[in-house]
């Protein structure tokens, strides 16, 4: 199963809005409802921020917001603020009864 | 408060075997279905096993399939990896989380990781 494709990095600047995309095929991203995202910063643990495709787990921000369109799907963060500067991972339910991440996308904020 | 302390990581030769533990409180692990998560030093997460919420179906990732036992002991509140045949390529750090939602592909709460180290 190939990893779910995210841009590298992305940068915005406090206030801004970004959007980190995350493309799969119709055999994961595209096929289920599954798709997750996940805030890590640095020698941390990962934290759930979005859970299928769009759903906001209780405590995260309601500036955090999910969609999915096709086989891409994108997590979109307004109001940019310096503590959002972290690592972005997506992750998909696939029809091999697998979970495949996205690479990662490095978010900096200016 | 849900609570997960991973152990039994370290230091272990190529085709060696270590059995990670991760210590669940806070909640009924039975209740729940359960993740195996790793990341290698400077890398991605990647997907490693996942045990239902019934305990009676598991599933691996085909990097670690035929290697790698999940398993769960519901009165010790306990998850399990044994790890066996291990290669260089399997050391990282191995995070065990609890799933949310239904189906058990994503995870809400997350320990704070056992660093496995595979080399000669």
């Known amino acids: 199963q190939s990893a779910l494709t995210q841009p590298a990095s992305v940068s915005g600047s406090p206030g801004q809005s970004i959007t980190i995309s995350c493309t799969g095929t119709s055999s994961d991203v595209g096929g289920y409802k599954y798709v997750s995202w996940y805030q890590q910063h640095p020698g941390k643990a990962p934290k759930l921020m979005i859970y299928d495709v769009s759903i906001r787990p209780s405590g995260v921000s309601n500036r955090f917001s999910g969609s999915k369109s096709g086989n891409t799907a994108s997590l979109t963060i307004s109001g940019l603020q310096a503590e959002d500067e972290a690592d972005y991972y997506c992750?998909?339910?696939?029809?091999?009864?697998?979970?495949?991440f996205g690479g990662g996308t490095q978010l900096t904020v200016l | 408060e849900v609570q997960l302390l991973e152990s039994g990581g370290g230091l272990v030769q190529p085709g060696g075997s270590l059995r990670l533990s991760c210590a669940a409180s806070g909640f009924t692990i039975s209740s729940y279905a359960m993740n195996w998560v790793r990341q290698a030093p400077g890398k991605g997460l990647e997907w490693v096993s996942a045990?239902?919420?019934?305990?009676?179906?598991?599933y691996y990732a085909d990097s670690v399939k035929g290697r790698f036992t999940i398993s769960r002991d519901s009165s010790k509140s306990t998850l399990s990896l044994q790890m066996n045949s291990l290669r260089d390529e399997d050391t990282a750090m191995y995070y065990c989380?609890?799933?949310?939602?239904?189906?058990?592909?994503?995870?809400?709460?997350w320990g704070q990781g056992t660093l496995v180290t595979v080399s000669s």
């Open positions: 992750s998909s339910y696939t029809s091999s009864a697998n979970v495949v």
């Open positions: 989380a609890r799933a949310v939602g239904s189906g058990w592909s994503k995870s809400d709460y």
């Open positions: 045990i239902s919420d019934s305990g009676g179906s598991t």
